[in-house]
């Protein structure tokens, strides 16, 4: 998995995920995402769009930082998930507890 910081919109740090999202790479995004959130972010954008896999692990470490986000007053918006984790949000229920649009721009319009 790569994590890239694509820049920042509207006091909202953006980034992508590229690549799979698993028991083996989740941790690197938890440390990623856990210094942002020690420099001070509170408001990120993730773009899905390259994000080809999500396990239970890769949903458990999102889930993660947006309750910590939450405890400070911050926020997590998932944005252009494929099809394929597209069906895992819907399924495991994550799409009604994270806040999921259809494409980076729609997720920074709602900010």
Do not use: H
Request: with cysteine; glycine share 8%; hydrophobic share 40%.
């Amino acid at each position: 998995m790569e994590i890239i910081e694509v820049g920042k919109e509207k006091n909202t740090k953006m980034i992508s995920v590229k690549g799979k999202m698993d028991a083996v790479s989740s941790p690197e995004f938890e440390n990623k995402m856990g210094e942002w959130l020690a420099e001070g972010e509170t408001n990120f954008v993730i773009d899905l769009g390259e994000l080809n896999y999500i396990s239970s692990a890769g949903l458990r470490s999102i889930l993660v930082i947006a309750k910590e986000l939450k405890s400070k007053n911050g926020k997590l918006i998932c944005a252009a998930p494929k099809d394929e984790v597209k069906k895992i949000f819907k399924i495991s229920g994550f799409s009604s507890m994270i806040p999921t649009y259809e494409s980076v721009q729609a997720a920074l319009e709602s900010i």
